[in-house]
Nanobody, 124 residues
Framework: QVQLVQSGGGLVPAGAPLSPPCAAS????????IGWFRRVPGKKRAFVAG????????YYADSVKGRFTNSRDNAKNTVYLQMNSLKAEDTAVYYC?????????????????WGQGTQVTVSS
């Protein structure tokens, strides 16, 4: 069982950065590929970014490419989503998720464990 605990959301002005962490309560954290998703009211959960087990590969949705950076510190069992140049349309609840898959999956059904979500609100 993997527990993912999220923090670091909040209200920020457009253009500001934010870097919410996702901490895992498992010693085998390196065994999991991590994905980030976001959801806005009335829409399905959408893929944002993903990072493989060792952090050697990352993948981003086109909407955040060049602005968001996914990284992980396996010694601290923590993944970070560095969000720069935030826009109002980035406002959403952000979720981290873990899968035992070697590759990054963009569909939520491929993830077994989920964080509780953190609200990010960008004011224009």
């Amino acid at each position: 069982q993997v527990q993912l605990v999220q923090s670091g959301g909040g209200l920020v002005p457009a253009g500001a950065p934010l870097s919410p962490p996702c901490a895992a309560s498992v010693r085998t954290f390196i065994s999991y590929t991590i994905g980030w998703f976001r959801r806005v009211p009335g829409k399905k959960r959408a893929f944002v970014a993903g990072i493989t087990r060792t952090g050697s590969n990352t993948y981003y949705a086109d909407s955040v490419k060049g602005r968001f950076t996914n990284s992980r510190d396996n010694a601290k069992n923590t993944v970070y989503l560095q969000m720069n140049s935030l826009k109002a349309e980035d406002t959403a609840v952000y979720y981290c998720a873990a899968t035992g898959s070697l590759s990054i999956n963009t569909h939520p059904r491929n993830y077994d464990y989920w964080g509780q979500g953190t609200q990010v609100t960008v004011s224009s």
